[in-house]
């Protein structure tokens, strides 16, 4: 009687949320890349044979696929976004699963306006790369993890901004903070995890007061139509 007790007492525990069932967070990451099927390609600062050749690939060798304008693949070539023709550019999915890391936090209180994922185009991109956080004007915003600041500054589409380096479990990862109403940390700061460093606003291209938080894995890569290599944030919150 006594060990069928314990049975239902911890039963209930679990049902009631006090206890936890041991189950891992997993993530299942779908990224894309080009392989070069030629030899001596070049690669261009934009989708035509009238912009400035900034260097060549060689057939075999991968890159990051950030989308496609016309008959032109955009890849992550040196950290920038460059362009390749085509006709010689393979495109092709790698999928990954991987325990999701707990040393992130969330960086702001207030509800979720827009997740990540697949987006209509209306704002101009048609995968958007991270969360909304709605909040008033001057809700506090926190470093997600411990890191060092490597951009704060006012400046396109997300307007008052902060980037920040990070190394969990090993790994390096970029956050970003956008569309704030005030930054309170400067370029070269070592910054705690849950510190402030700025606050909510709406400007840069926002139509309502929030923070857009991205999460990237290794240095910032930025695409309209694919992931490229950011994740989503609420994988990692603790």
């Known amino acids: 009687m006594k060990r069928m007790i314990t049975t239902m007492t911890m039963t209930a ?15 299942a990451a779908t990224t894309y890349k080009v ?42 070539y040196g950290g920038t976004a460059r362009y390749i023709s085509s006709t010689y550019a393979k495109k092709y ?12 936090s969330r960086p702001a209180s207030g509800r979720i306006a827009q997740g990540y994922g697949a987006a209509s185009g209306v704002y101009g991109y048609t995968f958007h790369n991270g969360i909304d956080i709605a909040a008033p004007t001057g809700t506090p915003v926190y470093a997600s993890a411990s ?6 500054r006012y400046y396109g589409a997300y307007g008052n901004h902060i980037m920040m380096k990070h190394t969990v479990n090993g790994l390096s990862y970029t956050t970003v903070y956008a569309h704030l109403s005030s930054r309170a940390v400067s370029v ?37 139509s694919s992931a490229a290599n950011s994740v989503n944030p609420l994988n990692y919150f603790n």
């Open 147 to 152: 890191g060092t600041v490597i951009t704060s």
């Open 35 to 76: 392989k070069v099927t030629a030899d001596g390609l070049r690669v261009r600062t934009g989708p035509s044979t009238a912009y400035k050749v900034v260097g060549s690939v060689n057939s075999g060798q991968t890159f990051n696929y950030l989308g496609v304008s016309g008959s032109w693949t955009k890849i992550s």
């Open 93 to 104: 999915s790698v999928t990954t699963s991987s325990k999701a890391t707990s040393g992130f």
């Open 13 to 27: 525990l679990v049902v009631s949320g006090f206890a936890t069932t041991g189950t891992e967070k997993v993530e």
């Open 188 to 224: 070269g700061q070592t910054i705690a995890k849950g510190s402030r460093i700025g606050n909510i606003g709406n400007t840069g291209n926002s139509f309502g007061s929030h923070l857009h938080f991205e999460m990237h894995r290794g240095n910032y890569v930025y695409s309209a």
